[in-house]
């Protein structure tokens, strides 16, 4: 019997070890799935884009919502809670968790907020569990033409998504002083225990179409653009991207995108055709379900 050298035994390791990890690799996208395969591929990258869109939408909100120096005070899980003072008399308070710690690097910009949930879980006016820190820096304050916010997560979680570390979220007002209008671009992987993920990159215009001349807390905003991503769910890891086809609307008071449609296209590898998905938020009611049609079949799909 011949025996194998070790720089040999080492090169014959090297490329089994290769061979396994393209062989797993190959069985994650498999270019043979079947039409019910494909149509929970479609199911899961519509489910990955919603998440990741409605997890990002709450983190603008609440980039902006920290205070009336970097932003505009009350958005987000900043949002303000009527509470009584008496007969016919109603404040509003500022609902953030006392859990929040909040460190700001003074008020001549550019400014740095850290926002520092903890490490065992902050509950949030929006019922969401919160860890870890998000740090932004503003060039100036967000209603102001110009100025912009770049973010940064810190071992960053919203319940059970991990936020990786080398996700950006950068806002830029685009707009002018008669018109609020941001470009929102945001490079994202979002984990979870069991080793699924999502990358999502997006590119969005979120554009101000309230009629009062002065912002406030019930403005009304337009949101265009698309983004495109990969998402693993168990042995399935397919690509995507998606178009909004009618645009959304989102304001500052409802936590949910409550109006517009997205198309959701996933390349089938196969014969290069495409697998449409056509992902409703609803008519503008403010509540947390949209509906996904993919090959005359519906689902419902839970905001988050």
């Known amino acids: 019997m011949k025996i194998l050298s070790?720089?040999?035994?080492l090169l014959t390791a090297i490329f089994l070890f290769a061979a396994f990890i393209i062989f797993s690799c190959k069985k994650e996208i498999s270019q043979t799935l079947s039409p019910q395969e494909e149509e929970q591929a479609n199911v899961n990258s519509t489910g990955s884009d919603a998440e990741a869109e409605s997890l990002f939408n709450g983190v603008f909100d609440d980039i902006m919502g920290v205070n009336n120096v970097v932003g505009l005070s009350g958005a987000g899980i900043f949002g303000r809670s009527a509470v009584s003072n008496g007969?016919?008399?109603v404040a509003r308070i500022d609902s953030a968790p006392p859990c929040l710690i909040i460190h700001s690097s003074g008020t001549t910009f550019p400014v740095t907020i850290t926002y520092d949930f903890g490490t065992t879980g902050c509950i949030c006016g929006d019922g969401h569990a919160r860890r870890g820190k998000i740090i932004t820096t503003y060039t100036n304050r967000l209603t102001i033409p110009g100025a912009s916010a770049t973010t940064q997560f810190e071992d960053f979680y919203n319940d059970s998504i991990h936020v990786e570390n080398t996700t950006t979220h950068v806002i830029t007002n685009t707009g002018s002083l008669d018109t609020l209008k941001y470009t929102?671009?945001?490079?994202?992987?979002?984990t979870r225990i069991n080793g699924n993920y999502s990358e999502w990159q997006s590119r969005k215009i979120i554009t101000r179409i309230s009629p009062n001349v002065i912002a406030s807390l019930q403005d009304y905003f337009r949101v265009e653009g698309s983004a495109s991503g990969r998402v693993k769910r168990n042995d399935l890891l397919v690509g995507w991207r998606s178009e909004i086809i009618e645009p959304l609307m989102k304001r500052f008071g409802c936590r949910w995108i409550s109006k517009g449609r997205v198309r959701i296209l996933r390349e089938t590898l196969s014969s290069g055709s495409q697998w449409t998905g056509i992902l409703d938020y609803g008519s503008g009611i403010c509540d947390n379900i949209a509906t996904l049609r993919v090959n005359n079949h519906d689902y419902n799909i839970t905001l988050h």
């Open 6 to 9: 070790s720089p040999a035994r």
């Open 87 to 89: 007969p016919g008399n």
């Open 184 to 190: 929102v671009e945001v490079h994202a992987k979002l």
